[in-house]
């Protein structure tokens, strides 16, 4: 499987890499990403995915399945609907695969020939003689071999292949991953380039054919190292099954069709994006946020004082009748207040739609009545509070390739007013995925 040859088209719910009936292969980008070429889509949904996984998100309400899953189909829920795919083995092996546990298979143990004394008759004119007559030799000249590869060398293989992995694909610094590491896992991908690769191999870098040519070389040392390193013991076994996997990604059988990496439902991820973007916008940033509903908030960005603040706020404007209601943001500025909701939607909808065909409230219109909902509750709070001069606004936040902003109409007019925001995508994604960097290792 080659970047090259993947297509790329926009995905209502998943959000990742297909395979077809027919073996070939879909990445399926988030709304507003279709001019992202598929390398760097593919980058950054990476990184945005990893970065989701440290979010703290309830797993009670969102499945999420860590590691290379032998079974894919076995990961959706139908009751969410979100899980992740891992057959790339991508996550397994470069974003927690801790390269010091490998330093153990390092060693390299040479191995002599057969014992030079067996044919003694051959030594006799290097032979030096004692008092008594007797021969004797000082040393023996012969050759010292090695075998040609050796468990060391799955070592220099895999932090090869994770350098190219964070400088070729990810656009990253290795430190982020490796920590101090990083110097000894780059002395151990050159010594192995030096071995056994040209200056120009690289699965990311270069035209598609010598990409290919790399891979196939890959797999071949692969192979190689496999069937000369001995002893073996678990740790080789982990490290080898993960580079096997990475290195024969998208070679499975044509059953193996569906989602093989990504995300079953992307709404969540892009609440998460959403959230992040708001809290980087205006001056008081942190300080501005009333509330906001942070189980999809990356860790790290609000410390336990701030998230304590936000909860204590949520459950005094907003639970109510058995309900805690949890809005996506409640942001203040000066006497103004604005309650945001994200939402995963094509294009906005403009004009409520009340009942689908099935006569049942639309999915759209349990969305405005939530909405509504929040806006009439912080009309409440702020009325109990002595606020009552301060306004209320509505705003949904939407994805799309540009931002834009428009108010929506309607008779009678709405109250507080709603006013729907699109968002540029890639550039939310962009952001968001450069907290990848991080979680730098010490």
């Given at each position: 499987?080659?970047?090259?040859?993947?297509?790329?088209?926009?995905?209502?719910?998943?959000?990742g890499l297909f395979r077809e009936k027919?073996?070939?292969y879909l990445l399926k980008v988030p709304h507003g990403m279709s001019e992202v070429n598929s390398a760097e889509a593919l980058s950054l949904l990476y990184r945005c995915f990893v970065v989701f996984r440290?979010?703290?998100?309830?797993?009670?309400?969102?499945?999420?399945?860590d590691g290379v899953e032998a079974d894919d189909k076995g990961n959706e829920r139908a009751d969410d609907g979100m899980a992740f795919h891992d057959a790339l083995a991508l996550d397994e092996l470069f974003d927690r695969a801790d390269p010091r546990s490998l330093l153990s298979m390092c060693e390299r143990r040479g191995r002599s020939v057969d014992n030079p004394y067996r044919r003694f008759d051959r030594h006799l004119h290097r032979a030096l003689f004692d008092q008594r007559g007797a021969a004797y030799f000082e040393s023996i000249q012969q050759d010292r071999r090695f075998g040609q590869f050796g468990k060391a060398d799955i070592v220099g293989l895999y932090c090869f292949l994770a350098l190219d992995?964070?400088?070729?694909f990810l656009k990253v610094d290795p430190r982020c991953a490796w920590g101090s590491f990083v110097v000894e896992g780059e002395a151990l991908a050159q010594d192995f380039r030096h071995c056994y690769l040209s200056a120009e191999d690289s699965?990311?870098?270069?035209d598609a054919l010598s990409r290919q040519r790399s891979l196939s070389h890959l797999r071949h040392l692969l192979q190689s190292i496999d069937r000369c390193a001995a002893p073996r013991d678990a740790h080789y076994y982990q490290l080898h099954d993960a580079l096997e996997r990475y290195l024969h990604a998208g070679t499975q059988s044509n059953q193996d069709t569906g989602l093989i990496w990504g995300v079953g439902k992307f709404w969540a991820v892009w609440e998460s994006v959403c959230l992040c973007h708001g809290l980087s916008e205006g001056e008081g940033r942190l300080e501005a946020f009333q509330t906001c509903d942070d189980q999809h908030l990356p860790l790290g960005i609000a410390d336990a004082t701030t998230l304590a603040r936000w909860q204590k706020q949520r459950y005094r404007i907003f639970a109510r009748?058995?309900?805690?209601?949890?809005?996506?943001?409640v942001k203040q500025e000066g006497e103004v207040w604005t309650v945001v909701d994200f939402k995963y939607y094509e294009q906005a909808t403009l004009k409520r739609p009340k009942w689908s065909k099935n006569a049942e409230l639309a999915k759209e219109e349990r969305d405005f009545l939530n909405l509504e909902a929040y806006g009439l509750l912080l009309h409440n709070h702020l009325a109990k509070e002595g606020l009552s001069e301060h306004e209320v606004?509505?705003?949904m936040w939407l994805p799309g390739e540009r931002e834009s902003w428009f108010e929506f109409r309607g008779e009678p007019a709405w109250d507080p007013p709603l006013r729907v925001r699109t968002l540029a995508t890639t550039e939310l994604i962009k952001a968001y995925a450069d907290q990848y960097q991080c979680s730098t290792r010490s």
């Open positions: 499987m080659l970047l090259d040859d993947i297509e790329r088209v926009e995905s209502d719910g998943e959000v027919d073996g070939r440290r979010t703290q998100r309830e797993h009670e309400v969102l499945t999420a399945h992995f964070y400088r070729g699965l990311y870098c270069g009748n058995h309900i805690k209601r949890r809005p996506d943001l606004w509505l705003e």
